[in-house]
């Protein structure tokens, strides 16, 4: 089958397009004719070989996570899909066997996999997962509106729904609103939870953008200091919620942002890992610092039937064929879109 893989570590141009045999399935898996991936930060890390993705080749390793397209088959053990169904995969391959597994965290089990960085992935016409990863997509959800969920989500959702327990009279405040992940905090505070929403970001035009998703109100980082304008937009209370996937470079600005009770949600750092934690504020406002790390199974469930039903629809900014992944990737690391990069095999 064609596929993007790599044989080594480095820019972009280490992608190679070519092929590579296609994968079996085993008894608990299903084989998914992919129809479209998304892009996201860790292909990038994987490619250059960063953040802990150091990979020993041979093999080559095909990359990418989020997708989703058709069953073509399914193992003798698969009763719950069918040859046909559309799908969308979530890349996070928990063990099934650990405690947490077992309790339903399945978020919080060491033993997995993730498609693209530790197992071959969905750069390909084929990808096998196990069935218990592949959701069913209503006829309305494009393949690559269904890609565009999972790693994004996922987050989100293990962070603001069930974390946070973000509530309709609260206000969350959403750092860097034109990624994936910030497009998608502001889609789950407003649509699902009805919260008030303040977003930051970089330009006028992704505010108009963040405004048009659903943000009420915008702070431009590069021009206005978050901590203060916050203050302002809440009379002097501060926000309920922040949700942070950038790190380092925001921390303490949001961090001051938060009300008494406040939560300060993790689930990145592109920015950077290193932040000071003021412990006089973390006791005395009774505040909450915590990570998700992507999300359980029951969470995606839940993320599906809200896509199925068009409560959530991502935002995809532009889509390459799958041949010019190198581009996609120069894309993201140019950082100039708002949403999701999604290649087509
Ligand atoms: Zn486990």
Not at 19 to 28: L, Y
Not at 37 to 58: E, H, I, S, W
Not at 133 to 148: G, K, L, M, R, T
Request: glycine content about 10%.
């Amino acid at each position: 089958m064609k596929a993007v893989f790599i044989e080594g570590h480095g820019g972009p141009e280490v992608l190679r397009y070519g092929q590579r045999p296609e994968p079996a399935i085993a008894d608990h898996e299903v084989k998914v004719r992919v129809r479209a991936v998304a892009l996201n930060r860790l292909d990038t890390y994987v490619r250059a070989g960063v953040r802990g993705q150091r990979k020993q080749f041979p093999p080559p390793l095909i990359l990418g996570g989020d997708s989703a397209g058709e069953v073509v088959s399914v193992g003798d053990r698969v009763t719950t899909l069918q040859v046909g169904q559309r799908v969308v995969i979530n890349p996070r391959i928990s063990c099934g066997t650990c405690s947490f597994c077992l309790s339903g965290d399945d978020d919080l089990c060491s033993s997995f996999r993730f498609l693209g960085s530790d197992a071959d992935g969905s750069y390909a016409e084929f990808v096998s997962v196990p069935a218990a990863n592949a959701y069913p997509i209503a006829d309305q959800v494009s393949f690559q509106e269904a890609a565009a969920v999972p790693t994004v989500y996922l987050p989100i959702w293990n962070m603001l729904i069930r974390k946070a327990q973000l509530k309709p009279w609260e206000t969350v405040l959403v750092l860097s609103a034109s990624a994936g992940v910030g497009t998608a905090a502001i889609q789950v505070a407003k649509n699902i939870i009805g919260a008030r929403v303040i977003a930051t970001t970089s330009s006028q035009e992704k505010a108009a953008r963040a405004l048009e998703l659903g943000a009420d109100h915008v702070i431009n980082y590069t021009s206005e200091d978050i901590t203060a304008r916050v203050k302002e937009l809440t009379e002097g209370q501060g926000v309920d919620a922040v949700v942070d996937h950038v790190g380092a470079q925001f921390f303490e600005a949001a961090y001051n942002s938060l009300k008494r009770g406040g939560r300060y949600g993790v689930c990145g750092v592109t920015t950077g890992y290193q932040a000071q934690l003021q412990l006089g504020t973390l006791f005395t406002k009774q505040l909450r610092v915590f990570g998700v790390y992507m999300g359980s199974k029951e969470d995606m469930r839940q993320i599906v039937e809200m896509l199925n039903q068009g409560k959530i629809k991502p935002v995809i900014h532009q889509t390459f064929p799958l041949n010019q992944a190198a581009e996609a990737h120069r894309a993201m690391e140019g950082r100039s879109f708002f949403g999701k990069l999604v290649l087509t095999p």
